[in-house]
């Protein structure tokens, strides 16, 4: 609902697991055109994932990323990103925040997992994000709790 609301075509996803919620995302994305990169370290999860993807008939608008995500979000070009979900391991988020931040286009929406399930370990970093400017925030207590951020559209005015 996320992807299509805010027309998301550059998806990036931080843990993919066994790809759940990729194939949530990718289904979105392909209907808009886009796609999605996901990354995953666990090398069984990764594989099981990719089996995942093709038996859906996604695997064309997935890009599924082998890799230690803190490496891939070092790649990522200054707002290339329409969608970032974090999912992964959220002692890394206060770390990753700088280049998360900058990966994030204009009008860019942050979708962060496991916001209410474990709200005093993203405590520092959603203080982080709070405290920014160039973002709004908002906590969506569904599931886990979804906390959001979207950064501000470079033509909006105070
Ligand atoms: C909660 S699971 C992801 C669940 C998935 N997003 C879903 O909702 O279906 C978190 C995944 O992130 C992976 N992960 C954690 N830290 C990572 C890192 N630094 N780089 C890559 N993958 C990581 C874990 O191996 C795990 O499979």
Redesign the pocket.
Known sequence: MLVRATGARRIL??????????LWLAEAARALGGRVT?????AG?WSMAGEHFARAGLADVIESLH??????LDREAPASRDLV?L???RE?YVDWWPVVRETLAPGGLLVV??ATSHADELAPFIDLVEADDDFTTSLVPVGKGEFLATRTPASATA
């Open positions: 996803e931080i843990g993919t697991s066994n790809g759940y919620s990729t996901t990354v995953e370290w666990a999860r890799a230690e995500a803190g490496r891939v979900f999912d992964a391991d890394r997992d496991n």
